[in-house]
């Protein structure tokens, strides 16, 4: 069997996995609504209860498509931060975008205190929130675009992001030392991640976001594979590396900033699914793993968010731990397992 055929085949079963799953997913929650039920509603158009035809169509599709959104951004983020970097432990959050998103968010919770009534209840609605934790992230972003204009080196590009990381973790500690009890029990419910308090309308900007990053991917394609065998290689070949990189950051700091902003920082997942993309692909090129990152990454998300679910309860775990205790063991499990086989 040819290669081509090879992937083919494997692209058609995660269509359908991402599909089986999306539907697993919409039909968990806290109200139990039979699976039959949810394929009339969602795919004959039947006439059902009024409140699950609500849920489902205002709670449970939008949720599932954050998750999907999510999956997808962090993974292909991840993996073109690992291509830029030639380090397989770079993941999206490495340029402090996330740091800066979070301060953002810390500064506006603890700002907060200062104003009462309407005001304050304004500054911290979803939009507000996701305001500043955007504002955090693009500046962050622009100080580190600015230092690099002056470093040809990539991995001090690496460097001076996790720098900008650690001085916005810093604030957060220190804002965090200062606040109430309930302003700093807020920041730390927003930091567990989520993935079901979007709107229509926020779902529409989040996707409109995702959509024009995933644009800006198509034309550094060919260079990303170039990027595999080093600068020096790359460059012999016609690669216009500071074009290249600038697009990765960009690219990279938009998909992250609005998945931190919407959803807050979710772990893990940007750093895992691009080697579990190549350990079911055994390839590196970016014309197959780019899609296909997204597509596992976006199974992974509905997975973890089923999980996190607890089917039938009325308790949901925290994303951020569900994405890190079920997803970590699998991927160590898959790296032993490829090492013990090449032995």
């Not at 489902?56 to 999510?70: C, E, G, W």
């Not at 030392?177 to 730390?188: D, H, K, R, V």
Request: charged residues 10%; glycine residues 8%; contains cysteine.
């Amino acid at each position: 069997m040819d290669f081509n055929k090879t992937y083919k085949l494997t692209f058609i079963a995660l269509g359908v996995s991402l599909l089986f799953v999306a539907l697993l997913n919409i039909s968990l929650g806290s109200i139990h609504i039979p699976f039959k039920e949810l394929v009339y509603i969602l795919f004959r158009n039947v006439e059902s209860k009024e409140s699950w035809q609500y849920i489902i169509y205002n709670f449970r599709i939008p949720k599932a498509i954050t998750a999907m959104l999510v999956g997808s951004g962090l993974g292909v983020s991840g993996l073109l931060m690992q291509t830029l970097f030639r380090n397989p432990l770079a993941g999206p959050f490495v340029l402090g975008i996330s740091s800066g998103a979070s301060l953002g968010v810390a500064c506006l919770i603890l700002g907060s205190a200062f104003f009462g009534g309407v005001l304050g209840d304004f500054m911290l609605s979803t939009w507000s929130i996701t305001i500043a934790s955007s504002i955090g992230a693009f500046l962050v972003l622009s100080s580190v675009l600015i230092a690099i204009k002056k470093i040809r080196n990539t991995m001090s590009i690496l460097i001076v992001g996790l720098m900008f990381g650690s001085i916005s973790a810093a604030i957060i500690n220190v804002l965090s030392y200062f606040s109430s009890a309930e302003q700093l029990q807020q920041f730390i419910f927003w930091s567990f991640g989520s993935l079901g308090n979007l709107s229509w309308n926020e779902l529409t900007v989040f996707f409109m976001i995702i959509l024009l990053s995933t644009i800006l991917l198509l034309f550094i394609i060919k260079p990303l594979n170039s990027l595999l065998l080093g600068e020096s290689y790359a460059i012999s070949l016609g690669v216009n590396i500071k074009k290249t990189r600038y697009i990765v950051l960009i690219t990279t700091s938009l998909m992250t900033g609005v998945i931190t902003a919407f959803s807050g920082p979710i772990a893990f997942v940007g750093l895992a699914i691009p080697h579990l993309t190549k350990l079911i692909f055994n390839t590196s090129d970016h014309r197959i793993l780019l899609p296909a990152v997204a597509i596992n990454g976006a199974i992974l998300m509905l997975v973890c968010d089923a999980i996190a679910q607890l089917p039938t309860s009325e308790h949901v775990l925290p994303i951020n731990a569900v994405t890190s205790l079920f997803g970590a063991p699998i991927v160590i499990w898959l790296l032993v397992r490829k090492q013990k086989n090449s032995l």
